[in-house]
């Protein structure tokens, strides 16, 4: 939840705010039990505005088991989810606070019945000091999609965590999280940590403690490499007996080529002394 680039809009907006370029990203999500997510997003820092961006999230799953009310097998059917996000942020609303938004217009389709919802989420970033910060988010405030005559509310949550980059051991993160979902009533706390290599390549690993889906499930691996304005991560999950959960990301920080090149300095010969005037 403390996010600092492009990827963070989809879990805080406010982690934009301190984008001094264009960032683009791209994610694809090999679920478990066949579902695919993928995300592509962007975000654009406009002059004394603030941050905005515009990204495009789904998720499908095909291949499900239909059954009549006499547990009679039917043709298999699909379900699909869209997400249009619009964000938001700006930093230093008041020293050291930056605060953003998503305004997100959902689409989801079960076989062949649709239903739309509009949702918002909120957060905020605190720079408590140069070295530790906070952030809070307040994710899926939205009306309730309605298929056909039934209408239901998703899961609200709130996420709130703290993370650390010591001045002393130069490219490492150390952050901690606790999710609450208020419809069910459940609480996950989680811990992590980032260390970068050089700045080159990134090793990190996490756990989320309750997620009770069996064998080494809420244990998080990954890695990360950049090049030039480039940055290609991969994060390995297990799921217990639901299987195991695969993530690959792309990055593009436009930002970087924008930067004015360093000119080269030449030292010049040193001028001959005067000559001696008898």
């Known amino acids: 939840v403390m996010g600092d680039d492009v990827d963070s809009v989809f879990w805080n907006p406010s982690g934009i705010a301190g984008l001094a370029g264009e960032q683009l990203t791209a994610t694809y999500l090999s679920y478990f039990q066949d579902v695919n997510l993928g995300f592509v997003g962007g975000a654009n820092p406009v002059k004394d505005l603030g941050v905005f961006g515009l990204s495009l999230a789904y998720m499908s799953v ?5 059954y009549g009310l006499d547990e009679t097998p039917g043709a298999n059917f699909g ?18 606070l930056s605060a953003g938004a998503n305004a997100k217009m959902l689409s989801q389709k079960i076989d062949d019945k649709k239903a739309s919802a509009v949702a918002f989420d909120l957060g ?8 530790i910060g ?3 988010v307040l994710r899926d405030m939205r009306t309730k999609p309605k298929f056909v005559n039934v ?46 290599i050089a700045d080159i390549a990134a090793l990190r690993a996490g ?17 990360g490499f950049k090049l030039m304005f480039f940055r290609l991560d ?3 999950a297990p799921a217990g007996d639901l299987g195991s959960t695969h993530r690959i990301s ?15 300095v030449k030292a010049e010969p040193a001028a001959a002394p005067a000559p001696v005037l008898p």
Not at 180 to 186: A, E, G, H, L, Q
Request: glycine share 8%.
């Open 151 to 196: 209408a239901d509310s998703l899961p609200l949550n709130l996420i709130a965590g703290v993370g650390y980059k010591p001045e002393m051991l130069k490219g490492l993160t150390l952050e901690s999280d606790v999710e609450m979902y208020f419809r069910d009533k459940k609480t996950y706390p989680s811990v992590g940590a980032e260390y970068w």
């Open 62 to 66: 095909k291949d499900i088991n239909r």
């Open 134 to 136: 906070a952030s809070v």
């Open 79 to 96: 379900a699909s989810d869209m997400n249009i996000m619009l964000s938001y942020a700006k930093k230093d609303i008041i020293p050291r």
């Open 207 to 223: 756990y989320t403690f309750g997620r009770d889906l069996g064998k080494a499930s809420g244990l998080g691996a990954g890695v």
């Open 234 to 236: 991969y994060a390995f």
């Open 250 to 264: 792309l990055n593009c920080n436009l930002g970087e080529l924008s930067k004015p090149a360093v000119p080269e």
């Open 124 to 131: 905020a970033t605190y720079n408590i000091t140069p070295e």
